[in-house]
Protein backbone atom coordinates (compact mmCIF):
# COMPACT_ATOMS: atom_id res chain seq x y z
CA UNK A 1 0.00 0.00 0.00
CA UNK A 2 1.46 3.61 -0.70
CA UNK A 3 1.99 5.65 2.14
CA UNK A 4 0.13 8.92 2.28
CA UNK A 5 2.23 12.11 2.14
CA UNK A 6 1.40 15.07 4.31
CA UNK A 7 2.58 17.57 1.63
CA UNK A 8 0.23 15.93 -0.71
CA UNK A 9 -3.03 18.14 -1.65
CA UNK A 10 -6.06 16.70 -0.34
CA UNK A 11 -8.07 17.13 -4.08
CA UNK A 12 -5.21 14.80 -5.09
CA UNK A 13 -6.38 12.14 -3.47
CA UNK A 14 -10.04 12.78 -3.67
CA UNK A 15 -10.20 12.18 -7.66
CA UNK A 16 -12.55 10.15 -9.02
CA UNK A 17 -10.97 6.92 -10.27
CA UNK A 18 -10.42 6.99 -14.10
CA UNK A 19 -11.50 3.71 -14.35
CA UNK A 20 -15.37 2.85 -14.95
CA UNK A 21 -14.91 0.08 -12.56
CA UNK A 22 -15.50 1.23 -8.89
CA UNK A 23 -12.10 1.94 -7.00
CA UNK A 24 -11.14 0.38 -3.29
CA UNK A 25 -10.11 2.95 -0.76
CA UNK A 26 -6.84 1.29 -0.61
CA UNK A 27 -5.98 2.72 -3.92
CA UNK A 28 -8.43 6.39 -3.72
CA UNK A 29 -11.51 7.95 -2.15
CA UNK A 30 -13.55 9.64 -4.15
CA UNK A 31 -15.51 11.44 -1.69
CA UNK A 32 -18.76 14.54 -2.34
CA UNK A 33 -17.05 16.71 0.99
CA UNK A 34 -13.28 16.87 1.73
CA UNK A 35 -12.55 14.40 4.64
CA UNK A 36 -8.86 14.50 6.91
CA UNK A 37 -6.28 12.67 5.11
CA UNK A 38 -5.37 10.52 8.54
CA UNK A 39 -9.01 9.46 8.69
CA UNK A 40 -8.91 8.61 5.58
CA UNK A 41 -5.55 6.67 5.71
CA UNK A 42 -6.97 4.61 8.64
CA UNK A 43 -10.57 3.85 6.91
CA UNK A 44 -7.55 2.60 3.80
CA UNK A 45 -5.53 0.25 6.50
CA UNK A 46 -8.60 -0.73 8.00
CA UNK A 47 -9.26 -2.69 4.36
CA UNK A 48 -6.27 -3.34 2.99
CA UNK A 49 -5.74 -5.23 6.74
CA UNK A 50 -9.03 -7.71 6.51
CA UNK A 51 -8.01 -11.19 4.47
CA UNK A 52 -11.25 -10.63 2.61
CA UNK A 53 -11.19 -14.10 1.10
CA UNK A 54 -10.95 -16.20 4.40
CA UNK A 55 -14.44 -14.26 5.96
CA UNK A 56 -16.48 -14.43 2.69
CA UNK A 57 -19.11 -16.72 3.35
CA UNK A 58 -19.31 -19.89 1.65
CA UNK A 59 -22.13 -22.19 0.34
CA UNK A 60 -24.35 -22.20 -2.82
CA UNK A 61 -26.69 -19.51 -2.02
CA UNK A 62 -24.00 -16.98 -1.12
CA UNK A 63 -21.99 -17.42 -4.09
CA UNK A 64 -24.77 -17.67 -6.36
CA UNK A 65 -28.60 -18.06 -4.83
CA UNK A 66 -28.62 -14.14 -3.53
CA UNK A 67 -27.30 -12.68 -6.97
CA UNK A 68 -29.92 -14.29 -8.84
CA UNK A 69 -32.62 -13.33 -5.89
CA UNK A 70 -31.06 -9.94 -6.40
CA UNK A 71 -31.83 -9.63 -10.19
CA UNK A 72 -34.91 -11.74 -10.15
CA UNK A 73 -36.25 -9.38 -7.42
CA UNK A 74 -35.28 -6.22 -9.31
CA UNK A 75 -36.98 -7.52 -12.62
CA UNK A 76 -40.19 -8.35 -11.13
CA UNK A 77 -40.10 -4.66 -9.59
CA UNK A 78 -38.98 -3.00 -12.57
CA UNK A 79 -42.94 -2.94 -13.92
CA UNK A 80 -44.17 -1.83 -10.67
CA UNK A 81 -41.56 0.71 -9.94
CA UNK A 82 -42.13 2.85 -13.23
CA UNK A 83 -45.33 4.51 -11.98
CA UNK A 84 -44.44 5.63 -8.76
CA UNK A 85 -40.84 6.61 -9.75
CA UNK A 86 -42.22 8.59 -12.94
CA UNK A 87 -44.51 10.21 -10.24
CA UNK A 88 -41.21 11.46 -8.06
CA UNK A 89 -39.38 12.83 -10.89
CA UNK A 90 -42.69 15.29 -11.52
CA UNK A 91 -42.77 15.95 -7.82
CA UNK A 92 -38.82 16.78 -7.26
CA UNK A 93 -38.95 18.68 -10.65
CA UNK A 94 -41.64 20.92 -9.43
CA UNK A 95 -40.18 21.23 -5.13
CA UNK A 96 -36.70 21.93 -6.40
CA UNK A 97 -37.36 23.50 -9.87
CA UNK A 98 -34.45 21.55 -11.38
CA UNK A 99 -33.94 18.87 -13.11
CA UNK A 100 -30.34 18.28 -11.79
CA UNK A 101 -32.18 17.93 -8.31
CA UNK A 102 -34.35 15.36 -8.89
CA UNK A 103 -31.86 12.49 -8.33
CA UNK A 104 -29.10 12.62 -5.70
CA UNK A 105 -25.66 10.61 -5.95
CA UNK A 106 -23.02 10.10 -3.38
CA UNK A 107 -20.05 8.18 -2.90
CA UNK A 108 -20.14 5.26 -0.49
CA UNK A 109 -18.09 2.62 0.72
CA UNK A 110 -19.46 -1.13 -0.42
CA UNK A 111 -18.64 -4.33 -1.18
CA UNK A 112 -14.65 -5.12 0.14
CA UNK A 113 -14.01 -1.16 0.30
CA UNK A 114 -15.08 -0.44 -3.18
CA UNK A 115 -16.24 2.95 -3.75
CA UNK A 116 -19.40 3.41 -5.90
CA UNK A 117 -22.01 6.44 -6.53
CA UNK A 118 -25.22 5.53 -5.10
CA UNK A 119 -28.06 6.54 -6.60
CA UNK A 120 -31.14 8.29 -4.70
CA UNK A 121 -34.25 10.41 -4.91
CA UNK A 122 -33.29 13.57 -4.09
CA UNK A 123 -35.49 14.48 -0.59
CA UNK A 124 -33.39 16.90 1.24
CA UNK A 125 -32.55 20.83 0.62
CA UNK A 126 -28.44 21.31 0.21
CA UNK A 127 -26.64 21.64 3.41
CA UNK A 128 -25.15 24.44 4.53
CA UNK A 129 -21.87 23.22 5.82
CA UNK A 130 -21.77 19.85 3.94
CA UNK A 131 -23.34 16.23 4.55
CA UNK A 132 -21.40 15.20 7.01
CA UNK A 133 -21.59 17.98 9.61
CA UNK A 134 -25.35 17.76 8.73
CA UNK A 135 -25.73 13.89 9.50
CA UNK A 136 -23.26 14.93 12.76
CA UNK A 137 -25.68 17.70 14.47
CA UNK A 138 -28.76 15.82 13.45
CA UNK A 139 -29.09 18.56 10.67
CA UNK A 140 -30.59 15.86 7.99
CA UNK A 141 -33.99 16.01 9.65
CA UNK A 142 -34.37 20.25 9.08
CA UNK A 143 -33.15 19.90 5.48
CA UNK A 144 -35.83 16.85 4.55
CA UNK A 145 -38.61 18.14 2.34
CA UNK A 146 -42.41 17.34 3.56
CA UNK A 147 -42.73 14.83 0.49
CA UNK A 148 -38.90 13.62 1.00
CA UNK A 149 -40.17 12.62 4.53
CA UNK A 150 -42.86 10.43 3.01
CA UNK A 151 -40.32 9.11 0.53
CA UNK A 152 -37.83 7.82 3.08
CA UNK A 153 -40.86 6.78 5.56
CA UNK A 154 -42.24 4.31 2.24
CA UNK A 155 -38.16 3.67 1.11
CA UNK A 156 -39.68 5.64 -2.30
CA UNK A 157 -36.45 7.44 -2.24
CA UNK A 158 -34.04 4.05 -2.73
CA UNK A 159 -36.20 3.23 -5.62
CA UNK A 160 -33.06 4.43 -8.56
CA UNK A 161 -31.10 2.41 -6.17
CA UNK A 162 -32.51 -1.02 -8.81
CA UNK A 163 -29.62 0.26 -10.93
CA UNK A 164 -27.00 -0.17 -8.33
CA UNK A 165 -28.17 -3.55 -7.94
CA UNK A 166 -27.79 -4.33 -11.70
CA UNK A 167 -24.39 -2.98 -11.85
CA UNK A 168 -23.43 -5.61 -8.68
CA UNK A 169 -22.05 -2.66 -6.43
CA UNK A 170 -25.26 -3.28 -4.52
CA UNK A 171 -27.83 -6.30 -3.22
CA UNK A 172 -31.06 -5.81 -2.34
CA UNK A 173 -30.22 -7.60 1.26
CA UNK A 174 -26.94 -6.37 2.94
CA UNK A 175 -25.50 -3.94 5.09
CA UNK A 176 -26.17 -0.68 4.40
CA UNK A 177 -23.48 1.81 2.64
CA UNK A 178 -22.06 4.45 4.24
CA UNK A 179 -20.53 7.65 2.89
CA UNK A 180 -16.78 7.19 3.33
CA UNK A 181 -16.23 10.24 6.13
CA UNK A 182 -18.79 8.19 8.05
CA UNK A 183 -17.31 4.88 7.20
CA UNK A 184 -13.74 6.15 7.98
CA UNK A 185 -15.45 7.52 11.68
CA UNK A 186 -16.99 4.17 12.25
CA UNK A 187 -13.74 2.18 11.21
CA UNK A 188 -11.96 4.09 14.11
CA UNK A 189 -14.38 3.73 16.38
CA UNK A 190 -15.54 0.73 15.91
CA UNK A 191 -13.62 -2.25 15.65
CA UNK A 192 -13.80 -4.61 12.76
CA UNK A 193 -17.13 -2.42 11.50
CA UNK A 194 -15.72 -2.66 7.52
CA UNK A 195 -15.48 -6.38 8.09
CA UNK A 196 -19.79 -6.71 7.21
CA UNK A 197 -18.48 -5.57 3.65
CA UNK A 198 -17.46 -9.20 2.87
CA UNK A 199 -20.90 -8.93 1.47
CA UNK A 200 -22.13 -6.07 -1.00
CA UNK A 201 -24.01 -3.63 0.79
CA UNK A 202 -28.21 -3.35 0.33
CA UNK A 203 -31.26 -1.55 -0.43
CA UNK A 204 -32.41 -3.38 3.20
CA UNK A 205 -31.15 -5.66 6.31
CA UNK A 206 -31.75 -6.73 9.40
CA UNK A 207 -29.89 -3.43 11.04
CA UNK A 208 -32.09 -1.53 8.84
CA UNK A 209 -35.51 -2.95 9.36
CA UNK A 210 -34.55 -3.23 13.16
CA UNK A 211 -32.84 -0.10 14.17
CA UNK A 212 -33.36 2.74 11.68
CA UNK A 213 -31.52 6.31 11.11
CA UNK A 214 -29.01 6.41 13.48
CA UNK A 215 -26.89 9.68 14.47
CA UNK A 216 -23.45 9.84 15.45
CA UNK A 217 -22.76 7.64 18.09
CA UNK A 218 -20.30 4.94 18.54
CA UNK A 219 -22.75 2.38 20.58
CA UNK A 220 -25.35 2.56 17.88
CA UNK A 221 -23.08 2.00 15.17
CA UNK A 222 -21.95 -1.27 17.48
CA UNK A 223 -25.34 -2.17 17.18
CA UNK A 224 -25.71 -1.87 13.50
CA UNK A 225 -22.43 -4.47 13.34
CA UNK A 226 -23.84 -6.64 15.46
CA UNK A 227 -27.27 -6.79 13.69
CA UNK A 228 -26.07 -7.64 10.58
CA UNK A 229 -23.62 -10.04 11.58
CA UNK A 230 -26.01 -13.19 10.60
CA UNK A 231 -27.00 -11.41 7.42
CA UNK A 232 -22.69 -11.03 6.14
CA UNK A 233 -21.36 -13.97 7.83
CA UNK A 234 -24.54 -16.56 7.09
CA UNK A 235 -26.80 -16.05 4.43
CA UNK A 236 -29.28 -17.91 4.23
CA UNK A 237 -32.53 -17.61 1.44
CA UNK A 238 -35.15 -18.36 4.72
CA UNK A 239 -33.52 -14.96 6.36
CA UNK A 240 -33.69 -13.17 3.45
CA UNK A 241 -37.21 -14.09 2.34
CA UNK A 242 -37.90 -12.94 6.08
CA UNK A 243 -36.38 -9.92 5.78
CA UNK A 244 -37.96 -8.69 2.38
CA UNK A 245 -41.25 -9.50 4.16
CA UNK A 246 -40.36 -7.21 6.89
CA UNK A 247 -39.05 -4.55 5.24
CA UNK A 248 -42.84 -4.69 3.17
CA UNK A 249 -44.52 -4.48 6.45
CA UNK A 250 -42.04 -1.65 7.60
CA UNK A 251 -42.59 0.78 4.16
CA UNK A 252 -46.29 -0.37 4.81
CA UNK A 253 -46.38 1.00 8.42
CA UNK A 254 -44.25 4.43 7.29
CA UNK A 255 -40.76 3.67 9.43
CA UNK A 256 -38.34 4.28 6.61
CA UNK A 257 -37.11 7.10 8.14
CA UNK A 258 -37.44 6.11 12.01
CA UNK A 259 -34.97 7.86 13.98
CA UNK A 260 -33.62 6.03 17.63
CA UNK A 261 -33.20 7.47 20.77
CA UNK A 262 -29.77 6.07 20.73
CA UNK A 263 -27.72 8.50 18.29
CA UNK A 264 -30.04 10.93 17.34
CA UNK A 265 -28.40 14.02 18.05
CA UNK A 266 -30.74 17.12 18.78
CA UNK A 267 -30.96 18.80 15.37
CA UNK A 268 -29.43 22.31 15.72
CA UNK A 269 -30.40 25.14 13.87
CA UNK A 270 -27.36 26.37 11.85
CA UNK A 271 -26.99 22.71 10.50
Given amino acids: MT ?5 APAEALLQPAPSPRAATVTQ ?5 HPVKLDQIEQLRRAVAAVDWDAISPTGMYARYGRRALDVATVFALLPLAAIPAACVVLANLFIFRDPRKVFFTQERVGYRGEVFRMYKFRTMRDARRGALHSWSSGGDRLRVTRFGRFLRNAHLDELPQLVNILRGEMGIIGPRPE ?5 AWAAREVPAFVERLRIRPGVTGWAQITQGYTGRCREAYAAKLAANEAVTCRPSLRRDVEILARTALWMLRGKGWEWK ?3 SPRPRRSA
Fill in 3 to 7: PVRSS
Fill in 28 to 32: TVSAP
Fill in 179 to 183: MVEIE
Fill in 261 to 263: LQG
